[in-house]
C-alpha cells in the first residue's frame, strides 16, 4: 500500500493549498461559522491515510478538511459543503465541522471534542461482526485526552480487542490551553497503556515516520491483537479558528515549529534523496493550485438546497432501500 | 344447513412485561443476524431486571453482551455499530442512567442523519425502566419522555402493557431512527394476555384503553393503570371517563388528540415527569391550537410535582399521580366551561 514518494508531496501540498484558500474564502464569508485549519499537522493525514486501505474507516473531528483530501473525498464536493451548496458532500447540510463521505467510508465530522471516540470503537464492532476486514482510524487531538468518552473509548477497544487505530494529534494546545495546563500527565502515551493498548510517540511533522508507524500498528491491529495507539508531536501554525486572536502562544515557539513545516522536511528529503526533482515539485504545486481554484468554482455553480428540502431527511422514510454503507 | 363455523379466537399466553420484551427482542434476533443486545448486566447476569433472561444462552456472549459501566463510551459505540451496518438494542438499567450518555444520544444518534444529508442512519433502540419505583429516591426515579422528546431526529415509544410492549419493541427495533423505549419497573412483574402469533404495533399510534364520553384522560405508561382504576370509580360516580394511551410520544397522534377531544371536550393529561415543559404541556398546546372550538374547558395537567422525589414514603406518593389526583381534575374540568 506504500505510496510512491511524490504522493505524499502531492496530498499535503493539496491540503496547504487548499486551506489557504479556505482562510480567505472565509474573509470573502464565502465560507461561515467556524473554520479550524489544519496547516502545520498535514504530516498526520496524510502518513497515516497513505497506510490505510479502502476497506477502513476514518473518524475525524471537526478539524478534518485535511484527513477528507487525503482520504480521497473530491475537493469539489468538500469546498462546497463549505459554502453551503447542494452539491456539497452533505448537500450543505454539515459544513466545514461535519465532513462525510461513505463512498470513502469517512465521517470526519465529530464537532463535540472527544465525541468520536465511542463511535470509531463502534464501527470497527461492526466490522469485526459482520467479517470485515477493516480498520477504524479513529482522530483527536491532545485535548480529547481528559473527556471521559476518550477513557470509556480505549477501554471498551482493549476489552474487546477491537481492531481500531487511535492516533492522537498532539499540537500541543487544547484550543488556547496548553498541554501542560491542562493534562496532570502529560505524557500522552501514558494513559492508553494504562488500557492496556501499546502505544508509541512518534514525529508527527515527518512524513515518512507517520507512515511507517501507522504501518507498524496497522499490521499488529489487522493481526487481531487489537488497538493501537500513535501519539503524534505536531503544531498548527494557524490560529484555533478564524476567530482565534492566538494571543497565548510565544512567537518563538511558532518559528520554531515552523522550522520544521512538514513539507518543507519532507521536499528537501526528496531533493536530497534524488527521488524529485525542482520541477516535479512545481508541478505538483501547480497542479495542488488548478485542483484548488476548479474546486472553488465547483462550489460557486452549486446552489443552496431548496426551502421544500428543509424538513427532508430528519427522520428515515426510504432508507431500507440503500442499505447500509 | 351446516352451521357455520365461528373463527377461532386468536390464541394467547398470559406473559408478564418482561416476558413480553424477551420475547420481542429474540424474535428479533433470530429473524436478523444483525440485531445484538448489550448493556450493563444483560448477560450473565440475566438482566438487572431479568428482561434478558437466558438470552445469553441462546444467542451467545457475541450478541448478548456485557458492557462495562460506561454508558457515554458503550452508548457511542452502539451508535457507532448501527452507522456500520449493525442494528443494537442497548439496555439501560434505568434511563436515569442515560443522562451520563447525554452526548452521544443527542449530538450522534439524533443527528447524524440528518448532518449528513441521509448519508448514514442510526437504526438502534435504547431501552429500559423509566419514571418511578418504589423507594429509590431522588435519582432514580426520573422520567425522561419530554426530555428526550423534545429532539428532532429521536423517536420516544413508552409502554404500559405486556402486548404493547412487545408489539412496539418489535417495531422499534426494525425502525430505521434511534427510538427511546421506555419501560416501567413496576410493570416488568405484570401480566396480561398477549397473542401467540407474531405481530408488530406501529410506532406513532395510540390506543383508547377505555371507552367513555364525558372526559379524555391522555397518558401512557404506568399511569395508564391509575387512569384506568380512576375512570372505573368514576363511572360510578356518573362521570364517564375514556383513557387513551398515547403509547408514542414522538411521533405523537395528533390525531387521536383530537378525535379525542371533538369527542369528550374536556381532557386530563396524566403523566409522570415535572410540569414545566412537560409532554402535557406540549399535547395541551398542540390541542388547544388546533381545536380550541371544541374545547369546553381549559386541558389540565396531573403531573410529578414539580420537585425531586423524596424518600420518605408518605411524601413519595404525593409526588406522583394518583387516583384521587386524577379524579379530582376530572371533576374540575367537568365542572367548568360549556355545559358544566
Known amino acids: 500500500m506504500t505510496p510512491e514518494p511524490l504522493e505524499r508531496m502531492r496530498q499535503m501540498v493539496r491540503i496547504r493549498r487548499f486551506e489557504e484558500r479556505c482562510a480567505e474564502l472565509y474573509s470573502q464569508t464565502k465560507i461561515r461559522g467556524f473554520l479550524h485549519l489544519y496547516i502545520g499537522e498535514e504530516a498526520v493525514g496524510v502518513g497515516v491515510m497513505g497506510a490505510l486501505t479502502d476497506d477502513d474507516q476514518i473518524v475525524a473531528t471537526y478539524r478534518e478538511h485535511g484527513h477528507a483530501l487525503a482520504r480521497g473525498v473530491d475537493a469539489g464536493a468538500l469546498m462546497a459543503e463549505m459554502f453551503g451548496r447542494s452539491n456539497g458532500c452533505a448537500r450543505g447540510r454539515g459544513g466545514s465541522m461535519h465532513i462525510a463521505d461513505v463512498s470513502r467510508r469517512f465521517w470526519g465530522g465529530f464537532a463535540i471534542v472527544g465525541g468520536g471516540l465511542p463511535i470509531a470503537v463502534g464501527l470497527a464492532l461492526a466490522d469485526k461482526t459482520l467479517g470485515r476486514a477493516g480498520v477504524t482510524a479513529c482522530f483527536f487531538g491532545d485535548g480529547a485526552t481528559e473527556e471521559g468518552a476518550y477513557h470509556e473509548a480505549l477501554n471498551l477497544a482493549s476489552l474487546w480487542k477491537l481492531p481500531v487505530l487511535f492516533v492522537c494529534e498532539n499540537n500541543q494546545y487544547a484550543m488556547g490551553t496548553a498541554l501542560s495546563a491542562h493534562a496532570a500527565d502529560t505524557e500522552l502515551t501514558h494513559e492508553p497503556r494504562a488500557h492496556g493498548i501499546v502505544a508509541e510517540r512518534v514525529d508527527g511533522m515527518d512524513v515518512v515516520a507517520v507512515e511507517q508507524a501507522a504501518t507498524r500498528a496497522l499490521e499488529a491491529i489487522r493481526r487481531g491483537d487489537g488497538p493501537r495507539f500513535l501519539e503524534f508531536m505536531t503544531y498548527r501554525f494557524r490560529a484555533h479558528s478564524m476567530y482565534d486572536a492566538d494571543k497565548y502562544r510565544d512567537k518563538t515557539e511558532i518559528a520554531r515549529w515552523k522550522a520544521r513545516d512538514p513539507l518543507a522536511l519532507y521536499a528537501e528529503y526528496l531533493l536530497a534523496e534524488g527521488l524529485a526533482a525542482r520541477a516535479d515539485l512545481d508541478a505538483i504545486d501547480a497542479a495542488a493550485m488548478a485542483e484548488v481554484d476548479a474546486a472553488v468554482a465547483f462550489a460557486e455553480q452549486g446552489g443552496l438546497e431548496p426551502i421544500e428540502d428543509l424538513t427532508k431527511d430528519v427522520y428515515t422514510h426510504d432508507v431500507s432501500a440503500r442499505g447500509a454503507p | ?340
Open chain 2, 1 to 340: 344447513m351446516a352451521l357455520p363455523i365461528a373463527a377461532a379466537a386468536p390464541r394467547t399466553s398470559l406473559l408478564q412485561t418482561r416476558e413480553a420484551l424477551r420475547r420481542a427482542m429474540s424474535e428479533e434476533m433470530r429473524r436478523d443476524p444483525t440485531v445484538f443486545l448489550m448493556g450493563e448486566e444483560v448477560a450473565y447476569y440475566d438482566g438487572a431486571y431479568k428482561v434478558s433472561q437466558g438470552m445469553l444462552h441462546e444467542f451467545g456472549p457475541e450478541r448478548v453482551i456485557d458492557t462495562p459501566i460506561a454508558e457515554n463510551g458503550f452508548s457511542g459505540l452502539a451508535i457507532g455499530a448501527a452507522m456500520a451496518g449493525l442494528r443494537p438494542i442497548v439496555e439501560f438499567m434505568t434511563w436515569n442512567f442515560s443522562l451520563v450518555a447525554f452526548d452521544q444520544i443527542i449530538n450522534n444518534a439524533a443527528k447524524i442523519y440528518q448532518m449528513t444529508a441521509g448519508a448514514y442512519h442510526v437504526p438502534i433502540v435504547f431501552r429500559g425502566p423509566n419514571g418511578a419505583a418504589e423507594a429509590l429516591g431522588s435519582q432514580h426515579s426520573m422520567a425522561f419522555e419530554s426530555i428526550y422528546a423534545h429532539f428532532p431526529g429521536l423517536k420516544v415509544v413508552s409502554v404500559g402493557t405486556p402486548k404493547d410492549a412487545y408489539g412496539l419493541l418489535k417495531s422499534a427495533i426494525r425502525d430505521n431512527d434511534p427510538v427511546m423505549f421506555m419501560e416501567s419497573e413496576m410493570l416488568y412483574g405484570m401480566k396480561g394476555e398477549v397473542p401467540d402469533e407474531e405481530f408488530l404495533i406501529p410506532i406513532g399510534k395510540a390506543d383508547l384503553k377505555r371507552d367513555g364520553t364525558d372526559c379524555t384522560l391522555v397518558t401512557w405508561n404506568k399511569q395508564i393503570h391509575t387512569c384506568l382504576a380512576a375512570a372505573e370509580q368514576l363511572e360510578k360516580e356518573g362521570i364517564s371517563c375514556q383513557v387513551l394511551d398515547l403509547r408514542t410520544i414522538r411521533p405523537l397522534d395528533e390525531q387521536a388528540l383530537f378525535d379525542a377531544v371533538c369527542k369528550t371536550h374536556r381532557m386530563v393529561v396524566v403523566q409522570e415527569g415535572y410540569t414545566f415543559a412537560g409532554v402535557g404541556a406540549e399535547i395541551a398546546a398542540r390541542v388547544t391550537e388546533a381545536c380550541f372550538d371544541q374545547l369546553d374547558a381549559p386541558i389540565l395537567r396531573i403531573t410529578n410535582k414539580d420537585l425531586n422525589q423524596p424518600y420518605n414514603p408518605t411524601l413519595e406518593k404525593m409526588v406522583l399521580p394518583s387516583v384521587d389526583r386524577v379524579k379530582d381534575a376530572v371533576k374540575l374540568v367537568c365542572s367548568r366551561g360549556k355545559g358544566a
